[in-house]
T-cell receptor
Framework: KAGVTQTPRYLIKTRGQQVTLSCSPISGHRSVSWYQQTPGQGLQFLFEYFSETQRNKGNFPGRFSGRQFSNSRSEMNVSTLELGDSALYLC???????????FGEGSRLTVL | AQRVTQPEKLLSVFKGAPVELKCNYSYSGSPELFWYVQYSRQRLQLLLRHISRESIKGFTADLNKGETSFHLKKPFAQEEDSAMYYCALRPTGGFKTIFGAGTRLFVKA
């Protein structure tokens, strides 16, 4: 089985721009979670989707949004980028409630 | 509020020495607890979960509800154990897993 795939792997944006990141979960996995990883902060939970519904959201401003499609693929969007948004954004999928999270390699965003 | 605290950012031990990575959590109910590991140039992956009560790569972790801790232990560290370790909590029946800030373990030869 192919693992969780995230695109793009690297991107550079400037302040004020917006960005869209994509995540394809493992086939058969219907739950997708997004995390922001920064040095010293660990993984900060952004949101979790299941069957196209956002079931939980972390403490991030409204500039951060996401969605899930009928094929379980997910996207997250960050608008009006700030320097502090520079981070590695990780996507994880799971097959069932309470199951193991399978992570992608992440999308590294640099905001200049 | 749910919170996971890993007090050590960096832990350095000699090969063959015992190692303990600390994890404390804050949650009012009964959580599920996990340890995830990220080796150099690899994806973050599950190491073990408290429900399974198994030993993976020589590591064990015991849930202490009284002290709200879930420390990861290994009696004899190996160089290949050098990695970033994250403690994580998921509320039972919940939909999100929250992580601590992580501890980088460095095992010296």
């Amino acid at each position: 089985k192919a693992g969780v795939t995230q695109t793009p792997r690297y991107l550079i944006k400037t302040r004020g721009q917006q960005v869209t990141l994509s995540c394809s979960p493992i086939s058969g996995h219907r739950s997708v979670s997004w995390y922001q990883q920064t040095p010293g902060q660990g993984l900060q939970f952004l949101f979790e989707y299941f069957s196209e519904t956002q079931r939980n959201k972390g403490n991030f401003p409204g500039r951060f949004s996401g969605r899930q499609f009928s094929n379980s693929r997910s996207e997250m969007n960050v608008s009006t980028l700030e320097l502090g948004d520079s981070a590695l954004y990780l996507c994880a999928s799971t097959q069932r409630e309470g199951g193991e999270l399978f992570f992608g390699e992440g999308s590294r965003l640099t905001v200049l | 509020a749910q919170r996971v605290t890993q007090p050590e950012k960096l832990l350095s031990v000699f090969k063959g020495a015992p190692v303990e990575l600390k994890c404390n959590y804050s949650y009012s109910g009964s959580p599920e607890l996990f340890w995830y590991v990220q080796y150099s140039r690899q994806r973050l992956q599950l190491l073990l979960r408290h429900i399974s009560r198994e030993s993976i790569k020589g590591f064990t972790a015991d849930l202490n509800k009284g002290e709200t801790s879930f420390h990861l232990k290994k009696p004899f560290a190996q160089e290949e154990d050098s990695a970033m370790y994250y403690c994580a909590l998921r509320p039972t029946g919940g939909f999100k897993t929250i992580f601590g800030a992580g501890t980088r373990l460095f095992v010296k030869a």
